[in-house]
């Protein structure tokens, strides 16, 4: 079968090599891919790729051989994937406990858009605790998580100002019903409740605009430049304020993959995909992908998708 496979090389990521199909461990299912959808993150990864990496994290397809131990979806079943890694490929072995049964109403290309996004939005909300009413600030919110958390914060009662670094990345949000800025400087607080993944110089201009007794939950660094907090400067700010470090990894990731499913099923969630493409563009794309040049995900196919 094939794979894209890490070259080390910034202009071209990732290449095809074919290589022997996985064998499933008796709790993964092998699941035909039929879509995946890469993470900037990922990109990062591919920079300086450690030995034996396979990314792919994100994937949709058809299940061609049922879990060993009799766990999970049988072999026909549509499903939505959440792999450790090798999800880049035309077959991919799943833990059971990483995937959801999708409906005919849900395509393998939105499907494709949701797991780790989706999974860190939910996530992350919860960590936030109940939004009614509350005032909410998120930064870098033009990704496919800031997409994510916007729909269901605003749809959960919050009045949410997201910033975004140009207009055209906010308009997508202010049609969800967020107020956008441009700049972290531009936004009105005091905020409720802060979800700060910019981290550099934002993070402390953000933490100064949290309401005493307020949340800030730090679930990113898209900057990639350290943040530096001055106690000093902490001592004539807001005070009480609580900053919580937030990850969402850690399976099982079944339950979170069927919500999702179960909400874009229902019209109540939309995942924003800046592209489609077939794979054979994947190293075009994870360099636009890395240089901030799609707004939401982008997806990838490698072949027919229903």
């Not at 999800?87 to 290309?109: C, I, K, M, N």
């Not at 055209?168 to 949000?173: I, K, P, V, W, Y």
Request: neutral net charge; aromatic residues 4%; charged residues 20%.
């Amino acid at each position: 079968m094939q794979r894209l496979i890490p070259t080390g090389e910034a202009a071209r990521p990732v290449a095809f090599a074919e290589v022997p199909q996985p064998v499933p461990e008796p709790g993964e299912a092998l699941v035909k891919v039929e879509a995946f959808a890469p993470n900037r993150g990922e990109t990062f990864l591919l920079e300086n790729p450690r030995p034996g990496l396979l990314p792919g994290k994100d994937i949709a397809g058809l299940v061609v051989q049922a879990a060993a131990d009799g766990s999970g979806p049988g072999i026909g079943t549509r499903v939505v994937g959440h792999p450790a890694h090798g999800g880049w490929a035309e077959y991919a072995a799943v833990p059971t406990h990483s995937l959801a049964v999708l409906p005919d109403s849900v395509g393998s290309v939105r499907a494709a858009a949701l797991p780790l996004a989706g999974i860190t939005a939910l996530r992350l909300l919860r960590t936030a605790g109940s939004l009614a009413g509350r005032r909410v600030l998120l930064t870098g919110a033009a990704g496919g998580v800031g997409h994510y958390v916007t729909e269901l914060a605003v749809g959960a009662g919050a009045e949410l100002t997201a910033v975004t670094a140009t207009p055209a990345r906010g308009e997508r949000l202010a049609e969800l019903g967020a107020q956008v800025v441009h700049d972290v400087a531009a936004a009105r607080g005091p905020f409720d409740v802060v979800l700060e993944s910019a981290g550099g110089p934002d993070l402390p201009v953000a933490l100064a605009k949290v309401r005493p007794g307020g949340l800030l939950v730090w679930f990113g660094q898209a900057s990639r430049t350290p943040v530096t907090l001055d106690f000093f400067q902490l001592l004539s700010g807001p005070e009480r304020v609580t900053i919580q470090h937030f990850h969402y990894a850690g399976a099982p990731y079944a339950r979170d993959l069927a919500a999702l499913v179960r909400l874009v099923e229902q019209e109540r969630l939309h995942p924003e995909i800046g592209r489609v493409a077939a794979w054979a563009e994947t190293a075009d794309t994870l360099v636009d992908l890395r240089e901030r040049r799609i707004r939401g995900k982008a997806v990838l196919t490698t072949g027919a998708t229903r």
